[in-house]
């Protein structure tokens, strides 16, 4: 993988990026929602592409409100030739609208009400309700403000077969995302040592897609009754 993509920032989060790159298949629809530079992008890209010219290729759809982690992202997605991905200059978020967002000094941010940059929302059921093919994937990582975007997502997730990888940031992150992907039936795994949680809403689908592969980790496994 490294010997054929171009990427200026490196490999970081190796776990999570192992993880989510094992996950996917040819054919997936991914998620990138918190695209940043488009390391994640550039790993979903490679393992959803389609394995022969009889299937289907598969799509990324990247998500970044920052003009600055866009411009990398742009670039990241050109070099490399992505052609089944679709950049998103917007923040998810609960609801579409609009919302100021806070930039820290990495290029990372969050929304926030403190924030000095002012950029468009949407929700995730909002645009899979037709502007974007519905995910089979989704990897949410926006600095705290998870439980918020899993909000917005409650149509999609209850029509649709989706596996989300979710990062969590602080206590509090943590048992909002977990209570919610519990309200909504999904079988899940929560990684402390990862900062993650992996749920899919179809709980039967999470053995096959994770546990055989990542019984490693102290993960405590949860399933909807």
């Known amino acids: 993988m490294?010997?054929?993509?171009?990427?200026?920032r490196g490999v970081?989060?190796?776990?999570?990026?192992e993880l989510t790159s094992?996950?996917?298949?040819?054919?997936?629809?991914?998620?990138?929602?918190?695209?940043?530079f488009g390391y994640y992008t550039l790993l979903a890209s490679r393992a959803v592409a389609s394995a022969s010219r009889n299937e289907r290729p598969g799509m990324v759809c990247s998500f970044e409100p920052v003009p600055a982690n866009q411009?990398?992202?742009?670039?990241?997605v050109r070099w490399n030739r992505l052609n089944h991905t679709r950049i998103m200059r917007c923040a998810v978020a609960g609801r579409d609208g609009e919302a100021t967002f806070q930039r820290s000094g990495t290029g990372s941010g969050r929304l926030s009400n403190e924030g000095?940059?002012?950029?468009?929302t949407r929700s995730i059921d909002s645009l899979a309700a037709g502007e974007l093919p519905p995910p089979t994937c989704m990897k949410i990582d926006v600095e705290g403000a998870e439980a918020?975007?899993?909000?917005?997502?409650?149509q999609t997730l209850a029509q649709h077969s989706v596996?989300?990888?979710?990062?969590?940031?602080g206590p509090q992150a943590t048992s909002d995302c977990l209570e919610i992907v519990s309200d909504y039936k999904c079988g899940f795994v929560h990684l402390p040592s990862r900062a993650l949680i992996i749920a899919h809403?179809?709980?039967?689908?999470?053995?096959?897609?994770?546990?055989?592969?990542?019984l490693g980790d102290n993960a405590t496994m949860a399933r909807a009754s």
């Not at 970081?12 to 990026?17: H, K, R």
């Not at 094992?22 to 940043?36: E, M, N």
């Not at 000095?116 to 468009?120: A, G």
């Not at 809403?201 to 990542?214: C, G, N």
Request: aromatic share 10%; charged share 25%; no cysteine.
């Open 116 to 120: 000095e940059l002012t950029v468009p």
């Open 163 to 169: 596996l989300l990888i979710v990062a969590l940031h």
């Open 22 to 36: 094992r996950l996917l298949g040819s054919g997936d629809v991914f998620w990138d929602i918190g695209a940043h």
């Open 2 to 8: 490294a010997t054929r993509t171009r990427f200026l």
């Open 71 to 76: 411009w990398f992202l742009e670039r990241h």
């Open 201 to 214: 809403t179809d709980p039967a689908q999470l053995p096959r897609l994770l546990v055989e592969r990542y």
């Open 12 to 17: 970081y989060e190796p776990e999570q990026a």
């Open 148 to 154: 918020e975007v899993l909000l917005g997502a409650k």
